[in-house]
């Protein structure tokens, strides 16, 4: 298997466009998680999807942030308009289920906003 | 609050046994001791989680207490790729989140 696939690996934009991040989960895997890493604050999920629905949001920033799984292999997340504080690389990461202890790591977008 | 406490940094001789303290003396009956990595660029990789027993893979091991206070990850033999940082993460069975904190920073040295 190919494991967790994001895309792309690194963007550079400037502050006010729209960034679109996307990963595709591992063939059979219902449980889709959005991460952000930066060295202030460490590791965070953003997001939780489990069968496609949205679980828990309490992480996403603010209201420019959305994430999306159009299919059960598939998730975006868009920030609208981007801000230099949102640099940061983001992880998605899929399980089995929600009970399933392993979350499997994309190897992650480095984004930096100008 | 940090379920977990670990040591910032520490180094290793390659070819030497790693011993990755942990302690998480809060822990409740219900949950695990999970072991993360993430070597530089890259994702953060599972390692191997437990109970209350001695787990094994073809990764490493983990030793908890009985008490179940602290725990330690043991590396048998450390090579310059297991250079990375590790975080020791208590999590229930029917928790999604995985928490990670600041890890500990481990220099595998020639």
């Known amino acids: 298997d190919a494991g967790v696939i994001q895309s792309p690996r690194h963007e550079v934009t400037e502050m006010g466009q729209e960034v679109t991040l996307r990963c595709k989960l591992i063939?059979?895997?219902?449980?889709l998680f959005w991460y952000r890493q930066t060295m202030m604050r460490g590791l965070e999920l953003l997001i939780y999807?489990?069968?496609?629905?949205?679980?828990?949001d309490s992480g996403m920033p603010e209201d420019r942030f959305s994430a999306k799984m159009p299919n059960a292999s598939f998730s975006t997340l868009k920030i609208q308009p981007s801000e230099p504080r949102d640099s940061a690389v983001y992880f998605c990461?899929?399980?089995?289920?929600?009970?399933?202890?392993?979350?499997?790591f994309g190897p992650g977008t480095r984004l930096l906003v100008l | 609050d940090a379920k977990t406490t670990q040591p910032p940094s520490m180094d290793c001789a390659e070819g030497r046994a790693a011993n990755l303290p942990c302690n998480h003396s809060t822990i409740s009956g219900n949950e695990y001791v999970y072991w993360y990595r993430q070597i530089h660029s890259q994702g953060p990789q599972y390692i191997i989680h437990?109970?209350?027993n001695n787990e094994t893979n073809e990764m490493a091991s983990l030793i908890i207490t009985e008490d179940r206070k602290s725990s330690t990850l043991i590396l048998p033999h450390a090579t310059l790729r297991d250079t990375a940082v590790y975080y020791c993460?208590?999590?229930?069975?029917?928790?999604?989140?995985?928490?990670f904190g600041a890890g500990t920073t481990v220099t595998v040295r020639a």
């Open positions: 999807f489990n069968n496609n629905v949205p679980i828990d």
């Open positions: 990461a899929s399980s089995l289920d929600r009970r399933q202890e392993t979350q499997y």
């Open positions: 437990g109970l209350k």
């Open positions: 063939s059979g895997h219902n449980s």
């Open positions: 993460i208590v999590r229930g069975l029917n928790d999604y989140k995985l928490s």
